[in-house]
């Protein structure tokens, strides 16, 4: 089962080529590839691109719109969704694949959420986020969500709203029934945004618009509390 693996990028030039490195070091070719979709209008980090057999597109900016159009070139019978941000074990190719072929009834999953911090409050957060992933099955685009592409596409792909929409498209396909695995290895993100806004006000803020989101609010007015 080969996978691709879709990366929606947005002003990501100086750290594109060392984080595909790791990609590429995980996910080897031939059996599997990478696609790089930038959001940004100029283009910039598909220009800091230098390694081969990477797959660059430029797309209109929305990483729903983004990851929908690197799964529409994905020839991979796996969709996976990284953030240029996040680092995955260097068994990810097996583990994903050995889980998909023993259980057909499986349409996907994600792995469990690791942060590159030891702090004890965003170990605390790393803790609680993956409880919540664990009881409700619908993890975070954070995670690294994996999607057989067929399930992908019946699914419908992601709605291009500007936010949520990770949580939007788990939380469709458990309503029509299907089945996703959270794995116990981690998907290891970074801390960048927490580190920039303060863990408090960062916590305090994703846990506003998760509740606002799940009584109603728009995407459009979420996404601007989010900037």
């Not at 690197?70 to 796996?78: D, L, N, S």
């Not at 592409?149 to 992601?158: H, I, N, T, V």
């Not at 945004?193 to 408090?200: F, H, M, S, V, Y």
Request: proline share 5%.
């Amino acid at each position: 089962m080969n996978i691709s693996v879709i990366v929606p990028v947005f002003r990501e030039a100086e750290t594109i080529n060392a984080f595909l490195e790791t990609v590429q070091t995980v996910f080897p070719a031939p059996g599997n590839e990478i696609i790089v979709v930038d959001g940004g209008p100029e283009g910039d980090s598909l220009a800091a691109v230098a390694l081969p057999r990477v797959k660059t597109i430029h797309s209109g900016r929305g990483r729903a719109r983004q990851m929908n159009q690197g799964a529409a070139i994905a020839r991979g019978e796996i969709l996976l969704f990284v953030h240029a941000d996040t680092f995955l074990p260097d068994e990810a190719p097996e583990l994903i694949t050995n889980l998909l072929s023993k259980d057909p009834d499986l349409v996907g999953g994600a792995f469990s959420l690791g942060i590159d911090d030891d702090r004890l409050p965003l170990k605390i957060i790393e803790w609680s986020a993956n409880l919540r992933s664990r009881m409700t099955r619908v993890p975070y685009g954070d995670q690294s969500i994996f999607l057989r592409k067929d399930d992908f596409e019946r699914a419908g792909g992601f709605r291009e709203i500007p936010i949520m929409e990770d949580l939007e498209l788990m939380t469709r396909i458990r309503k029509r029934g299907n089945r996703i695995h959270i794995l116990k290895q981690k998907s290891i993100t970074s801390s960048r945004r927490w580190k920039k806004e303060g863990i408090a006000v960062c916590t305090l803020r994703n846990w506003l618009i998760r509740l606002l989101y799940h009584c109603g609010v728009s995407a459009d007015r979420l996404a601007a509390l989010y900037r």
